[in-house]
């Protein structure tokens, strides 16, 4: 179950998705790109190909700051990318580089192998890539993202979505991250945030592209842009 402490601090981080799922209202915006989710049991260790830790930084913590977010995802055997975990704060950089090197420790301590950190040569990324080289030893990847709207690049990796390729965790252990992972991607691009949409298009571009070649690029127009 959930406790009451998890409860409010869900309240607090997130409206929309507490009242979505415990006050029984509506979702405020119906999904219009990622509309499809599959669920299972965590991954084994020996069905592990790799891990990634995809992120999409801010500068600092000011309240109109955007979010610092790091994904912890699970390459299968299979094909498949299952998504571990998720960290969502705002904090300066100082703080954020320690929490990340926390974050790469523990996905190495739990699956045996070393995660590969991707980051947008954006925002403070290129800081961040920086800084990690020279201090940390850390395995880092900086992507060069030529294509900037974040609605387009949504709608060509939705498609691993619908074909099942990406999985989160059911049922069996509560995690107080997925409900507001599902609610910000439902929302899109209508969300107040879109750092975890963000991280997500990152880590599907990345490893889908090398597996299955660059998606198509797709322009759209939604209703309300």
């Known amino acids: 179950g959930i406790s009451v402490e998890e409860l409010h601090k869900l309240r607090d981080n997130d409206p929309d998705t ?3 799922q415990f006050q029984a209202q509506s979702p405020s915006a119906e999904a219009e790109i990622f509309k499809y989710w599959d669920y299972g049991p ?3 260790v020996d069905q592990v190909r790799g891990v990634f830790l995809s992120c999409d930084t801010a500068y600092t913590n000011k309240p109109s700051s955007s979010y610092q977010c790091v994904l912890q995802w699970i390459w299968t055997t299979d094909g498949k990318v299952f998504l571990a975990n998720a960290y969502r704060r705002k904090a300066e950089l100082p703080a954020f580089m320690a929490d990340l090197r926390k ?3 523990e996905a190495k301590q739990v ?3 070393d995660p590969l950190i991707l980051v947008e040569n954006r925002a403070s990324g290129p800081a961040v890539v920086q800084i990690l080289r020279q201090t940390s030893g850390l395995p880092i990847r900086e992507v060069n ?3 900037r709207d974040l609605v387009n690049r949504a709608v060509a990796v ?3 979505f619908e074909s099942r390729r990406v999985w989160l ?7 107080a991250w997925k409900a507001p992972y599902i609610n910000e991607l439902r929302s899109f691009p209508h969300s107040t945030a879109d750092d975890q949409v ?3 298009i990152l880590m599907l571009e990345y490893l889908f592209s090398r597996v299955f070649g660059t998606p198509p690029q797709i322009h759209m127009r939604l209703k309300g842009w």
Not at 169 to 175: K, N, V, Y
């Open 18 to 20: 507490f009242n979505t």
């Open 158 to 160: 939705s498609k691993w």
């Open 103 to 105: 974050l790469w420790e």
């Open 169 to 175: 965790p059911d049922e069996s252990i509560f995690h």
């Open 198 to 200: 963000s991280a997500t």
């Open 42 to 44: 965590m991954p084994s």
């Open 111 to 113: 699956w045996g192998v």
């Open 145 to 147: 993202i030529k294509n």
